[in-house]
């Protein structure tokens, strides 16, 4: 009787310990019908096949108090795993994650994001993400972009996808402020562009009003939210 109860708690135990894992790798389910705007969406979002832990990361709403001023080379120099689980625990690259960093760069290009899980799988670009590539040079291809993500989280009036359609149209030189953020949704599904590492979400985006090189120099730089086009 004894060893039949002990071999019984073994074999619960292992079982357990199988399927925990397994329990925190499981995607989202589909989005209650009371989600109906950003404020209903929470930190993990909703909608098959998202990753709850990623989501989060990008949902930080938390100001940086210290950015480290870096480069787009810096960001393209961290290190990848070469494979990812939609779930996985992020602790391996949070002490990456949880940096800040101010760089300045060339932007673009900006894109209105689509439907995500992240936002809960919400319509509208005032439930989305605007997607910038920044590069160092003007006429670097998309190839050699780091990625940066507006998030409707963070987003104050003024930061219209027009206005930063206008400055990626124009190819200006901007300063992102923002959270480093590893987007391991597309480890086994890249997209073009030189890492996926990213800044986000941005916190701060200053656009530069007179030449780069007195804006290198800290003259000319204006918040967004008070640029005019």
């Not at 993400?129 to 998030?151: G, I, K, P, Q, W």
């Not at 800044?199 to 000319?220: F, N, S, Y």
């Amino acid at each position: 009787m004894k060893k039949t109860l002990a071999l019984t708690v073994i074999v619960a135990s292992a079982l357990f310990a199988f399927m925990v894992p397994l329990r925190a790798q499981q995607p989202l389910g589909v989005c209650p019908i009371s989600v109906r705007t950003t404020a209903d969406c929470p930190p993990e979002g909703c909608g098959v096949g998202g990753d709850a832990e990623l989501n989060k990361m990008k949902n930080r709403t938390e100001q940086p108090s210290n950015p480290e001023e870096q480069t787009l080379g810096f960001i393209r120099s961290l290190r990848q795993p070469r494979s990812w689980t939609t779930g996985q625990d992020r602790s391996s690259i949070s002490t990456t994650e949880s940096r800040a960093v101010v760089v300045t760069a060339i932007l673009t290009d900006a894109r209105a994001s689509g439907r995500e899980t992240v936002n809960c799988r919400l319509p509208g670009r005032a439930n989305n993400d605007f997607h910038l590539d920044l590069a160092s040079r003007r006429n670097d291809l998309r190839a050699r972009s780091v990625a940066a993500e507006v998030t409707p989280r963070l987003r104050p009036e003024g930061w219209t996808f027009r206005k930063l359609d206008a400055i990626g149209n124009q190819k200006r030189f901007v300063r992102v402020t923002g959270w480093l953020m590893l987007d391991t949704q597309h480890i086994r599904r890249p997209l073009v562009r030189s890492t996926n590492w990213e800044i986000h979400p941005v916190t701060k985006l200053e656009v530069c009003t007179l030449t780069v090189a007195r804006c290198r120099q800290g003259e000319g730089w204006v918040n967004l939210e008070d640029f005019e086009l």
